[in-house]
Nanobody, 126 residues
Framework: QVHLVESGGGLVQAGGSLRLSCAISGRALTWNAMGWFRQAPGKEREFVAS????????AYVDSVKGRFTLSRSNDKNTAYLQMNILNPNDTAVYYC???????????????????WGQGTQVTVSS
């Protein structure tokens, strides 16, 4: 089995920063893309960012471009979402997701991801 565990969420003031981590454990995954999604109260789950296996290709939703940076360490089986200049609209539960082994390209579609974490709450106060 594959397990994804997010960490790093919390409460931050507008303009502040947080770094989310997503660690993969259990069955090893290789050559797979990873992504982050978020869901605010009363809203549908939204794509935030995705990164290819190599780390050279990333994709972001327009609202976070220039503020969020997704990276990964394949040696540590971990992905990192650095979030800067946070604003209250970023408040949501953030979910890490991983594509199946061999699916190495980025994707903004949740249907393309096979494994999901439990989510971590990010709250940005004004």
């Amino acid at each position: 089995q594959v397990h994804l565990v997010e960490s790093g969420g919390g409460l931050v003031q507008a303009g502040g920063s947080l770094r989310l981590s997503c660690a993969i454990s259990g069955r090893a995954l290789t050559w797979n893309a990873m992504g982050w999604f978020r869901q605010a109260p009363g809203k549908e789950r939204e794509f935030v960012a995705s990164i290819s296996w190599s780390g050279f290709n990333t994709a972001y939703v327009d609202s976070v471009k220039g503020r969020f940076t997704l990276s990964r360490s394949n040696d540590k089986n971990t992905a990192y979402l650095q979030m800067n200049i946070l604003n209250p609209n970023d408040t949501a539960v953030y979910y890490c997701a991983a594509r199946e082994q061999g699916h190495s390209w980025t994707s903004g579609s949740p249907q393309d991801y096979n494994y999901w974490g439990q989510g971590t709450q990010v709250t940005v106060s004004s």
